[in-house]
């Protein structure tokens, strides 16, 4: 079964530096896609960036940049110039079309705190 | 455009009681998925409806149960209710089964 790991339960950041999140992920399929969320408190999931496997370039959206290593079966999210904004709740989660028909696999989440 | 709204933002019940939860999908989005997140934890898939069938279904017993309507709004319907049941009920929307998901603030549901 396809599984999501985020082993970094809290991440603490000072504005305008760079903080990198780590995930790694375990699936056979050679195929997927792969996301990072935003949960602030008001509770709103919001798509921060998205990857599919089959893409060897790194996404990236604006201050947001991933690190997939597909080999590592790895996913980090990179935030640069960290803003007091960015401060959430941040998920990475997994997708295939071949398995588990159209869910989601989301990991356990790292909180990050940005200080000013 | 309205994004996805989710009906009521807070409930509580006790054991052993029903609650229907609603989800009002994001304008032209034919797909709503609901997830069950519990306090200091990952969403995690409960079922999708496509265009008003089930098209998936996570872990979850029978008692979760959902319906999705003409206009594509959803409910998620959870009988005899269980404490384990308290979390943040979450649904998103999006225009296919396989593009981009769009979130609602949630349903927090507490069960006495």
């Known amino acids: 079964a396809q599984t999501v790991t985020q082993s970094q339960p809290e991440m603490s950041v000072q504005e305008a530096e760079t903080v990198t999140l780590s995930c790694t992920y375990d699936?056979?399929?050679?195929?997927?896609?792969l996301f990072w969320y935003k949960q602030p408190p008001s509770r709103q999931m919001i798509l921060v960036i998205r990857?599919?496997?089959?893409?060897?370039q790194n996404a990236t959206e604006n201050r947001f940049s991933v690190n997939f290593q597909k080999a590592a079966k790895s996913f980090s999210l990179k935030i640069s110039d960290s803003q007091l904004g960015d401060a959430a709740m941040y998920f990475c989660a997994y997708r295939d079309p071949f398995t588990g028909g159209f869910k989601t696999i989301f990991g356990a989440g790292t909180r990050l705190f940005v200080k000013a | 455009e309205t994004g996805v709204t989710q009906s009521p933002t807070h409930l509580i019940k006790t054991r052993g009681q029903q609650v229907t939860l609603r989800c009002s999908s994001q304008?032209?989005?034919?797909?709503v998925s609901w997830y069950q997140q519990a306090l200091g934890q990952g969403p995690q898939f409960i079922f999708q409806y496509y265009r008003e069938e089930e098209n998936g279904r996570g872990n979850f017993p029978p008692r979760f149960s959902g319906l999705q309507f003409p206009n594509y709004s959803s409910e998620l319907n959870v009988n005899a209710l269980e404490l384990d049941d308290s979390a943040l009920y979450l649904c998103?929307?999006?225009?296919?089964?396989?593009?981009?998901?769009?979130f609602g603030p949630g349903t927090r549901l507490t069960v006495l």
């Open positions: 998103a929307s999006s225009s296919g089964a396989w593009d981009e998901q769009f």
């Open positions: 990857q599919e496997a089959y893409k060897q």
């Open positions: 699936t056979s399929e050679s195929d997927y896609y």
């Open positions: 304008s032209g989005h034919n797909t």
